[in-house]
């Protein structure tokens, strides 16, 4: 016996479109480049000195990076030869984790559809 039906093969061709198509960028997951989990950022402080330029003001800059190590931030400061480097590997963390979501999301999709069609093409006995 076979099922037919508008919505059955709405759900068919839905999942052949799935199954054709492929993440935007999969560069992420192709790469052997090393991934840095966290963020590097200029921070902005004052060390309170009255007579410093902070206290007009005038903020101590330096370049940071944040981690989480164990539940709890980590905060290390960079040398200029470090930061580039940083830089490039926490960008390409964040668009390997973007591109992971994107992926979940198509599978998710993928396996409601599978879902629809078990429940279309399923009958009791």
Not at 26 to 33: A, D, K, R, V
Not at 44 to 53: A, G, V
Not at 84 to 109: D, N, W
């Given at each position: 016996m ?7 093969s709405r759900l068919?061709?839905?999942l052949?479109?799935?199954a054709?198509?492929t993440?935007?960028?999969i560069?992420?997951f192709?790469?052997?480049e090393p991934?840095?989990k966290g ?6 402080r004052?060390?309170w000195?009255p007579?410093c ?6 903020k101590h800059?330096?370049?940071v ?8 931030t980590?905060?290390?400061t ?6 580039s ?10 668009q390997?984790r973007?591109?992971?979501?994107e992926l ?5 999709e993928t ?11 399923t009958?009791?006995p």
């Amino acid at each position: 016996m076979q099922i037919r039906g508008t919505d059955f093969s709405r759900l068919l061709q839905k999942l052949r479109e799935l199954a054709h198509a492929t993440p935007q960028e999969i560069g992420p997951f192709l790469s052997s480049e090393p991934l840095v989990k966290g963020s590097v950022y200029t921070l902005r402080r004052r060390c309170w000195k009255p007579s410093c330029r902070c206290a007009r003001g005038d903020k101590h800059e330096s370049v940071v990076m944040t981690a989480s190590i164990g539940g709890k931030t980590r905060l290390w400061t960079l040398s200029e030869d470090q930061i580039s480097e940083l830089r490039r590997r926490t960008e390409r963390y964040r668009q390997f984790r973007r591109a992971r979501a994107e992926l979940v999301k198509g599978q998710r999709e993928t396996l409601r559809l599978i879902d629809a069609i078990e429940k279309a093409r399923t009958r009791q006995p």
